[in-house]
């Protein structure tokens, strides 16, 4: 069984920062791969950053130079830095793990966490 858990959401001003962090546990074979992902109301949920065991990156257009994801293998915990926030970036955001990376960018991962929510204002 895997469990992960989000924290570091809040409310932060448009051009401020947050990091959250997302502590997994369970199988390591399970969390090999990870990614965060956000949902606003009425919108579909959307990748946001993913990272692979070797810790190959992806981002989302629309976060590429503002967003960083990384992970503390040790600690089997993913971050997502997030600097120069926008109220776009207004969402709940999930951390979510999967052993194949597809599913990871297919945005169907196996575990989710309960998510945590960021609001930017304006």
């Known amino acids: 069984q895997v469990q992960l858990v989000e924290s570091g959401g809040g409310l932060v001003q448009a051009g401020g920062s947050l990091r959250l962090s997302c502590a997994a546990s369970?199988?390591?074979?399970?969390?090999?791969?990870m990614g965060w992902y956000r949902q606003a109301p009425g919108k579909q949920r959307e990748l946001v950053a993913a990272?692979?065991?070797?810790?190959?990156?992806n981002y989302a257009d629309s976060v590429k130079g503002r967003f960083t994801i990384s992970r503390d293998s040790a600690k089997n915990t993913v971050y997502l830095q997030m600097n120069s926030l926008k109220p776009e970036d207004t969402s709940v955001y999930y951390c979510?793990?999967?052993?194949?990376?597809?599913?990871?960018?297919?945005?169907?991962?196996?575990?989710w966490g309960q998510g945590t929510q960021v609001t930017v204002s304006s």
């Open positions: 369970g199988s390591i074979f399970s969390i090999a791969h």
């Open positions: 979510a793990a999967d052993p194949i990376r597809s599913r990871i960018l297919a945005a169907t991962p196996a575990y």
């Open positions: 990272i692979t065991g070797n810790r190959i990156t």
